[in-house]
C-alpha cells in the first residue's frame, strides 16, 4: 500500500521558515516526479513545486520562486520543501504528490498524479 505522508508544518510568523517533509511508503520516491501542492480555503488547489524523476530538474512559479525550495534524500525516501521568507499569502494546506514518471519530466498538473498525501497545514501570521 502506497502511502505520502506530510509533516513540518504549523504557525510561524511572515519572514520565518519552515520545512516540510513527504516521506513514501510503499514506494520508491526517487523513481517518481514529485510535486508540492497548496490550497487554501475557496481557492483552487496551486502547484508551488516540482521536481523530475533523475536529473533533478525543478520548476517553481512566480509566486514561490526564490524563497521555496523542493530536495529529494533518497537515502531516507524523503522529498522535502525548504520555504523561506514567508508571507500570509502563503497560507494553506500543502500536499506532495507523486508521479510514476517515465519521461523524466517536470509534471505540474495535479490531475496528473499517481499518489497523494492527506497534507500537512502552513499558518503565516503575526
Known amino acids: 500500500q502506497v502511502q505520502l505522508v506530510e509533516s513540518g508544518g504549523g504557525l510561524v510568523q511572515p519572514g520565518g521558515s519552515l520545512r516540510l517533509s513527504c516521506a513514501a511508503s510503499?514506494?520508491?520516491?526517487?523513481?517518481?516526479?514529485v510535486g508540492w501542492f497548496r490550497q487554501a480555503p475557496g481557492k483552487e488547489r496551486e502547484g508551488v513545486s516540482f521536481?523530475?524523476?533523475?536529473?533533478?530538474?525543478?520548476y517553481y512559479p512566480d509566486s514561490v520562486k526564490g524563497r521555496f525550495t523542493i530536495s529529494r534524500d533518497n537515502a531516507n525516501n524523503t522529498v522535502y520543501l525548504q520555504m523561506n521568507d514567508l508571507k500570509p499569502e502563503d497560507t494553506a494546506l500543502y500536499y506532495c504528490?507523486?508521479?510514476?514518471?517515465?519521461?523524466?519530466?517536470?509534471?505540474?498538473?495535479?490531475?496528473?498524479?499517481?499518489?497523494w498525501g492527506q497534507g500537512t497545514q502552513v499558518t503565516v501570521s503575526a
Open positions: 510503499g514506494l520508491i520516491l526517487a523513481d517518481h516526479a
Open positions: 521536481i523530475s524523476v533523475s536529473d533533478g530538474k525543478t
Open positions: 504528490a507523486a508521479k510514476d514518471d517515465p519521461f523524466n519530466t517536470i509534471v505540474v498538473i495535479p490531475r496528473s498524479y499517481d499518489y
